[in-house]
């Protein structure tokens, strides 16, 4: 399997711009979460899915900040308009279901991050 | 909702010497605590976990205990090496329910000196 998969690896754009993050999880996981990372901050859950449905978004920040998954391969997170606080690593991961979930085995895997600099 | 602590948020140590790093959590039903490494610009990658149904795990030089009762968990890193070197998290979440999300803690950033 080639893990989650995110891109772009790297945005730059200005503020006030759309942005989209996108990832693809490991198939076979039916659940995705984007956290985002930042000095100050450390990795905050931004949201997480279940089986498609968003299940708890409550680390959202604000209204600008939306996430769907509108099928088992695929999740976008987007950000309308964009602000420089906004920059920072947005990873995305994904979880085994829970009655596979061996012992020992990773339960959340990481994808490589999208680094996001707000101008 | 959960809130994991950890400390120290920076560690220096000698090549050699040991490390540890401690985590505390506030919600008595988190029953998984992973700790993951991250390498300069690189993902968050697992290197031990535990369940509450024990109090110690070992993996050669990495080591994690449990103090349910407390609501504490530690990293024990012996003989560090250079590569040792990179930002640990602690997390904590209840592993088999519903929830499937992790907490996690603000990072501690370990350097090993040669």
């Known amino acids: 399997d080639a893990g989650v998969i995110q891109s772009p690896r790297h945005e730059v754009t200005e503020m006030g711009q759309e942005v989209t993050l996108r990832c693809k999880p490991i198939s076979g996981h039916d659940y995705l979460f984007w956290y985002r990372q930042t000095m100050m901050r450390g990795l905050e859950l931004l949201i997480y899915?279940?089986?498609?449905?968003?299940?708890?978004d409550s680390g959202m920040p604000e209204d600008r900040f939306s996430a769907k998954m509108p099928n088992a391969s695929f999740s976008t997170l987007k950000i309308q308009p964009s602000e420089p606080r906004d920059s920072a690593v947005y990873f995305c991961a994904s979880s085994p279901p829970v009655g596979k979930r061996a012992p020992g085995a990773n339960v959340l895997t990481f994808g490589a991050g999208s680094r996001l600099t707000v101008l | 909702g959960e809130n994991v602590e950890q400390h120290p948020s920076t560690l220096s140590v000698q090549e050699g010497d040991s490390a540890v790093i401690k985590c505390t959590y506030s919600d008595s039903a988190s029953n998984y605590f992973p700790w993951y490494k991250q390498e300069l610009g690189k993902r968050p990658q697992l290197i031990i976990d535990i369940r509450s149904n024990v109090g110690e795990k070992k993996d050669q030089r990495i080591a994690v205990t449990l103090n349910k009762t407390a609501k504490h968990f530690s990293l024990h890193i012996t003989e560090t090496q250079p590569e040792d070197s990179a930002v640990y998290f602690c997390a904590a979440s209840i592993y088999g329910g519903s929830q499937g999300n992790l907490i996690f803690g603000k990072g501690t950033k370990l350097s090993v000196k040669p």
């Open positions: 899915f279940n089986n498609n449905v968003p299940i708890d």
